[in-house]
């Protein structure tokens, strides 16, 4: 092999090696199996903590949870725990392998979005028929109060903007990227989606709340970013609540 040949053959060994640990590239950069074990960690205490204090809670959820501040705060700190869980477990991982980038199209994640917004609408709405899941978690009020428009206001940016951002990063994001490095894409999007149901410690509605996490990891995988899931979770739960008190209350 001649001299020139030779610095073609290194050249292209350095192009193929920039390539299999590019950025993006999760299989490239995996995440550390403890992360994998502390994750299923976070994941079952939660759903442990949700579970029990659903059955410790007798009887109806009462209506106007949104409507107080105590429940706008206790989730804001909830959410901050949890937040702080997450970025201890994302530590030294790549962004891009956490999903923390953008996506290659913002058009194919806005296509991926709205799919994947009409996909749970219908989903839920066949589901719910039989389910009436949304009696069973009591959390969307049945109407508007004007006199309670404060704290309400309180728990709408929480749940629209706290909640989707912290979920997302510890599901779609963290989970996601130690549960595709263990066992692949497909096992990221069910394992995920299953915990994220669960997470919720609901009965009745864990089918409807799994196909919800597997709507958004599937937005998740395709897009090759977290962001989309996120503003797929908000616009899910911001116009949810919107037309509790509009609509559906008839405010």
């Known amino acids: 092999m001649s001299i020139d040949e030779r610095a073609a053959a290194a050249v292209t060994d350095d192009v193929a090696a920039s390539e299999e640990t590019a950025p993006g590239d999760a299989s490239a950069r995996d995440v550390p199996r403890g992360r994998l074990v502390g994750w299923f960690v976070l ?53 891009s392998v956490l999903g923390l980038r953008r996506p290659p ?8 979005v709205l799919a994947g917004y009409a996909t749970i609408m219908v989903l839920g709405v066949l589901l719910n028929v039989f389910l009436k899941a949304g009696e069973e978690q009591g959390l969307v009020p049945e109407e508007w109060d004007p006199d309670r428009a404060a704290p309400f206001v309180a728990n709408f940016v929480v749940v629209v903007t706290i909640a989707p951002i912290v979920e ?43 196909l919800f996490g597997l709507v958004l990891a599937f937005v998740r995988h395709r897009s090759g970013s977290v962001y989309p899931s996120i503003v797929l979770h908000a616009l899910f739960n911001g116009v949810a609540l919107i037309a509790a008190v509009t609509v559906a209350g008839g405010g």
Do not use: C, K, M
Request: charged share 10%.
């Open 168 to 210: 997302e990063l510890a599901y779609r994001g963290v989970g996601f990227a130690a549960v595709r490095s263990a066992w692949g894409p497909t096992a990221a999007v069910v394992v995920t989606a299953v915990a994220f149901g669960l997470a919720h410690g609901l009965v009745v509605a864990l089918p409807i709340l799994t």
């Open 43 to 95: 994941v079952g205490v939660l759903a442990t903590l949700s579970y029990a204090g659903n059955l410790a809670d007798a009887g109806d959820p009462p209506a106007d949870l949104l409507y107080r501040w105590s429940s706008a705060i206790g989730a804001a700190v909830q959410y901050g725990i949890i937040l702080v869980v997450v970025v201890f477990l994302a530590r030294g991982i790549d962004r």
């Open 105 to 112: 199209s913002w058009g194919r994640a806005a296509g991926l």
